[in-house]
């Protein structure tokens, strides 16, 4: 069973930044993709960065130029730095890990952009 743990959420003011780590226990080159989602109160999920096993990096439009997916494949860390942070940025963010054939989620970790 792969298991995902993310790190790094809390609360930041409008403009900071933070930065999300997800620790995967198994081989990151095992996946297809790894990717950040976040959902806020009321509203469903969505794709916020992803980088495939081949180091493509694909972002939702709301967060192109603020945020940055990478990894470190010895660590098995997906991370995602997150600046200019914005009230509307306030979520609970998970880390997925996709296999084709089966999806893996962490348990989320909160981000609080307010002042």
């Known amino acids: 069973q792969v298991q995902l743990v993310e790190s790094g959420g809390g609360l930041v003011q409008p403009g900071g930044s933070l930065r999300l780590s997800c620790a995967a226990s198994?081989?990151?080159?095992?996946?297809?993709?790894m990717g950040w989602y976040r959902q806020a109160p009321g509203k469903q999920r969505e794709l916020v960065a992803s980088?495939?096993?081949?180091?493509?990096?694909n972002y939702a439009t709301s967060v192109k130029g603020r945020f940055t997916i990478s990894r470190n494949t010895v660590k098995k860390t997906v991370y995602l730095q997150m600046n200019s942070l914005k009230p509307e940025d306030t979520a609970v963010y998970y880390c997925?890990?996709?296999?084709?054939?089966?999806?893996?989620w962490g348990q989320g970790t909160q981000v609080t952009v307010s002042s």
């Open positions: 997925n890990a996709d296999r084709r054939v089966a999806n893996f």
């Open positions: 198994t081989s990151i080159f095992s996946f297809y993709a």
């Open positions: 980088i495939t096993s081949g180091g493509i990096t």
